[in-house]
Structure formats: structure tokens, C-alpha cells
């Protein structure tokens, strides 16, 4: 039986996973294990790689024979170490391996379910909101998310093409005067060499209008062995340069990646934390709180977390929109303001995020607004009359609302 309370407690401690499984045949010297290129060469891309050092489950094995026409298999040896060997519902495995439950399909599953592609003006350029855009600069990624919305162009196995026009690209932001927001993504953009990604970056900065620039990310975690002093030095020059990493599980927060989220904050780069809600990953409050307070110790401020998202065979694992909403309940007024993330579903077919949040209002008219707070306490706050908004539908009101 599982001790989630020693489990957790285990989980809040910052720790080393290296070099884990690759110690057992001789150890990798310190300078390559260090260096992210050779991560890069040697991650764990094969059914052999994987059955070398886990005890596959019948499901994970038909999933990685199966995966070769969906999203690729491809898990960096920093991150491997955190997969345990027996454990086949393990929440880091859960994300990582393949399993048959892929191949499933439910009557809400979409290719595209943020419609990025309907919002494509110029091929990798997606502008659905009014002053911002995501550029998808790449398909390929450190390692990949068995849950990627954009598994249908990433990795380079899935079902269309990434074939960003950068030309083009830059002719479109410069054109379009609103967007005042650059978000680079892909795949990872953080995979291109340092002189390759500044040539990116000084292009966007040369554009007037465009004031800052942000870069979605998951390298600090699958390969903090990237995050060195020089690429640091390099983001630097481009500020205001913002960053969204992605860690769903406090164990994904290891010594190495405390350290590579340290030296991007202090080179002034402010961090945010983009999590998605995963069944058997983090859909219990006390996983989710461990997770919000590290990141905190990382400088990193919780800043998503999302449904997930309806993409093409991730139905099991989708957790309830109800579950959700009881974890922000739970960390709502029972922790620091700064470690509550918001709650969002992206709409599906291409409508934005739209945040999901407890229901704290409970009445609302021209004259009052009735709002209870985090331990069910009931308080009413006078409106001035002067919209005629609601917040809440209108209902018979009673005075006992703020006594009970």
C-alpha cells in the first residue's frame, strides 16, 4: 500500500536523479552528462531503449510499437531518471511512455482542439488574440508530452507539417501595428543553438511595436543542462523577455532544474509555471500544492493551469472539470496568493482560454453583490447601480445568505 503522506514529503525535497540508470554499465564522464547536446543524442527513443532498464506494462508496450504514427517516443536521460522501473502508474511515466489507451478515441477528441490552425494568417504564425501572437518556430522538442496539443505537427511523425515562413512571418508583424506580444514556441525554441535563437529574438526586437517577447518552454525541465551562463547572458540583451515553463509534478523539479530556473531569473528573466491537469499526475490537492510552493523556491510563479486539452487519443488523461475547480478551492485562501495558478480551458475549437474559477458569487444586482470567501463565509459588498451587469444569475434573495 502507498504512503501518499511520505510519498508527498519525499516529493518536497529538491534531489539529483544522476546519473541514475546510466551509472549501472560505467559512468558517463561529468562533462558529458553536463553537456545538453550529448543529452540530446542520447535520449531514449526505442522500444529496446525503454524495455532496457523499465518493466513494461502490456499497455506501455503496445503503445510504444503503436507510437511511431502519432508523436514520437523521445525522453532525455536527465528526465528518464525520474521514471521508476516497476511502476507503470507512476506520474512522470504516465506523461512519458506511450500506452495502447493512445489509440482510443472518444467523440470529443480533436486534431487541432485550440483551432491554432483557422487562426493561421501565415504558415507558423497563429494570431487569435488582438495584440499578441504564437509563433511556432519548430516541431521538434526535448523530449514529448504523451498529451501535446500539438501532437499533430510536432516530433515530426504526426499527421501534417510544421512549415513556418519566418519571412513571411516577419513581413506580418510588421505589417500588423496591434501586436505588441510575441510568443515563441513550437516544439521548443530553446533546441536552437544560442547564435540561431538571437537572430530570431534581435529580428522581432527590431520591430517597433512589438514591446515584449515571451518564450514557452519545457527545456529547463526535460534538459536543464541548456539553461548555461552564456545562453543566459544572451536572453539578457532582449528584455523585456519573459518565459513560460512547463512542469506538471513537483518531483519534475530536481536539483538541476532548480539550479538552470535560477540562473534564468537572475538574469532577469521573469518565470511563470504553465501546468496541465493530468489524471494520475497531479489531480490531487496535495500533489498540486507541493508542486506551486517549489516552484516558489525556484522563483517560479504559477501562472497556468489548464484543462487538458480535447487532443486526439489524451482521454484517459482527462480529469473532470470538477476536479479542477476542488483543487483551486483548495489552495484558494489556504496558501499564498502568489502559488494559485489560474484554472483554464482552452475553449475548444479555437475560442482562448477562458478561466474556470470556484463559484464565489453567489448574488449579484444594481444594488448589492453577495460573495462568500474561502471558508464558506457569506459577505455583502453594496454596488453603485451605474451598469447593469450581473455576475451571477438573479435568484430570490434572502438576508440569511449572511448568517449561515
Not at 499578441?132 to 521538434?140: A, G
Not at 518552454?217 to 544572451?234: D, G, H, K, N
Not at 509555471?273 to 516552484?295: F, I, P, R, Y
Request: proline share 6%; hydrophobic share 35%.
Amino acid at each position: 500500500m502507498v504512503n501518499l503522506t511520505e510519498g508527498i514529503e519525499q516529493e518536497k525535497a529538491f534531489r539529483s536523479h544522476a546519473q541514475g540508470y546510466w551509472s549501472r554499465n560505467g559512468r558517463v564522464a561529468p562533462e558529458l552528462w553536463n553537456d545538453w547536446k550529448w543529452q540530446l543524442k542520447n535520449r531514449v527513443t526505442k522500444l529496446e531503449q525503454l524495455e532496457e532498464h523499465l518493466s513494461l506494462s502490456e499497455e506501455e508496450r503496445a503503445g510504444v510499437l503503436l507510437s511511431g504514427d502519432k508523436l514520437a517516443l523521445a525522453i532525455t536521460p536527465h528526465f528518464f531518471n525520474l521514471i521508476p522501473r516497476e511502476n507503470p502508474d507512476d506520474p512522470i511515466r504516465r506523461q512519458m511512455i506511450p500506452r495502447i489507451e493512445e489509440t482510443w478515441s472518444s467523440p470529443y477528441d480533436m486534431a487541432d482542439p485550440c483551432g491554432e490552425d483557422s487562426h493561421m494568417p501565415v504558415p507558423g504564425l497563429v494570431h487569435r488574440y488582438p495584440d499578441r501572437v504564437l509563433f511556432l518556430v519548430t516541431d521538434r522538442c526535448a523530449a514529448y508530452c504523451r498529451y501535446c496539443t500539438r501532437s499533430r505537427v510536432v516530433s515530426g511523425v504526426g499527421e501534417q507539417e510544421l512549415h513556418t515562413d519566418f519571412e513571411e512571418a516577419f513581413r506580418y508583424l510588421e505589417q500588423h501595428t496591434e501586436v505588441r506580444d510575441v510568443l515563441l514556441s513550437g516544439g521548443d525554441a530553446l533546441l536552437f543553438s544560442d547564435g540561431k535563437l538571437e537572430n530570431l529574438l534581435s529580428r522581432l526586437r527590431a520591430i517597433s511595436h512589438i514591446e515584449f517577447l515571451r518564450i514557452g518552454t519545457r527545456v529547463p525541465i526535460f534538459l536543464p543542462q541548456r539553461i548555461t551562463p552564456e545562453l543566459c547572458a544572451m536572453l539578457a540583451k532582449y528584455h523585456p523577455l519573459w518565459m513560460s515553463v512547463h512542469v506538471n509534478h513537483p518531483r519534475e523539479l530536481t536539483i538541476e532544474v532548480k539550479e538552470a530556473l535560477e540562473r534564468l531569473a537572475n538574469a532577469g528573466i521573469p518565470l511563470g509555471n504553465q501546468s496541465v491537469l493530468l489524471a494520475g499526475v497531479n489531480d490531487d490537492l496535495e500533489t498540486m500544492k507541493t508542486l506551486v510552493h517549489k516552484l516558489l523556491m525556484c522563483r517560479v510563479r504559477p501562472y497556468y493551469l489548464y484543462q487538458c486539452d480535447l487532443i486526439n487519443g489524451s482521454s484517459h488523461l482527462r480529469t473532470s472539470v470538477a476536479k479542477g475547480i476542488e483543487i483551486i478551492e483548495g489552495l484558494r485562501g489556504h496558501t499564498t496568493g502568489y502559488a494559485v495558478p489560474q484554472y483554464v480551458i482552452d475553449a475548444p475549437g479555437g475560442g482562448g482560454k477562458v478561466p474556470i474559477n470556484p463559484g464565489y458569487i453567489l448574488y449579484h444586482d444594481n444594488e448589492k453583490i453577495v460573495i462568500r470567501n474561502y471558508e464558506g463565509k457569506i459577505f455583502e459588498y453594496p454596488e453603485t447601480g451605474n451598469e447593469n451587469v450581473q455576475f451571477a444569475p438573479q435568484r430570490e434573495y434572502h438576508d440569511e445568505y449572511l448568517y449561515s
